[in-house]
């Protein structure tokens, strides 16, 4: 049955990890139904490090765009030279992870402690989502002034980085809705501020996975193990299919259903648990008054 969860977690994280409509609030409902019967310090690691399935899905796909080293023809022979495009792409990478890696490394347990809960996640759910819808509709009569992956400067990269900075803060903001959404305010178009948000996911969420596993260590059992691996393998190949079919998407379509998804869903959470508060309180209400 754990192995079973772990697939199912897993296709939920493929699917939501990029489209911009927030994994974490999908984890957390998912898990409201589906608990698995791990560790507490297990699960607050599969959360995270089932990320690195997708991260791999990216790097598949974009080996070429992220190589920095390529073969070149010379005097009869071949030879290994750095690719100038590559290593620029990699600095704005750098510099857009900046903020979101201070406050990470910072902050992350006060964070989690604060923020990781059902009221906030609802709440990003649908203020992103009408940022969607608003910027979307102004979007219809401006045309990007940034069309190419290789012609994102640096200061947009940071903007990016604290657009990113905030869903790094508030879970439900989803990294590739808060990315895109920053790149679309400031005149990306949405292929290029996709791919960006998709290579920008190499280095966060490897990050990401290696400082959860540095505070909770590696101490897990030989099944906890399984499900991890069986997690992050069912993630990568789901993610495969969902990356192309988002690429595929937005070149003919905007981001506006995404807006109504997280405002519906933003709803549903808030619905859901205000729902289970009430009842939890009414059979608390129950049990005191049949005390003698």
């Known amino acids: ?14 699917i939501t990890e990029w489209l911009p409509i927030s994994s974490t609030g999908h984890m957390i409902l998912l898990n409201e139904f589906v608990k698995m019967n791990v560790s507490e310090e297990f699960w607050n690691v599969f959360l995270v490090v089932i990320q690195l399935g997708a991260i791999l899905a990216v790097v598949l796909l974009y080996w070429k765009t992220i190589w920095p080293l390529e073969t070149v023809r010379s005097n009869g022979g071949t030879k290994i030279v750095w690719k100038p495009e590559t290593l620029n792409l990699w600095g704005k990478v750098i510099v857009a992870c900046i903020p979101a890696a201070i406050v990470g490394i910072l902050l992350d347990d006060w964070l989690d402690e604060h923020f990781f809960n059902w009221k906030c996640v609802s709440l990003m759910l649908i203020l992103v989502g009408i940022c969607f819808l608003i910027i979307e509709t102004l979007q219809q009569w401006q045309k990007p002034v940034v069309t190419r992956l290789s012609d994102i400067t640096y200061k947009d990269a940071l903007i990016i980085g604290i657009f990113q900075l905030i869903a790094a803060v508030f879970p439900g903001t989803s990294r590739s809705g808060a990315t895109i959404l920053g790149g679309l305010i400031i005149g990306i178009s949405r292929t290029a501020a996709s791919r960006f948000t ?95």
Not at 1 to 14: D, P, Q, Y
Not at 245 to 271: A, E, Q, S, T
């Open 1 to 14: 049955m754990e192995i079973l969860k772990a697939i199912l977690f897993g296709v939920v994280e493929g």
């Open 198 to 292: 998709f290579i920008l996911a190499i280095p966060v969420m490897a990050g990401a996975s290696l400082l959860k596993l540095i505070k909770n260590g590696m101490n897990f059992t030989g099944t906890e193990w399984v499900i991890l691996l069986v997690g992050m393998f069912v993630a990568f190949v789901v993610s495969m299919l969902v990356i192309g079919m988002l690429m595929n998407y937005i070149r003919r379509h905007n981001f506006k259903v995404f807006g109504w998804y997280r405002i519906i869903l933003g709803i549903i959470v808030v619905v859901f648990f205000l729902s289970k508060d009430l009842g939890k309180a009414a059979a608390m209400t129950a049990t005191v008054s049949m005390l003698p």
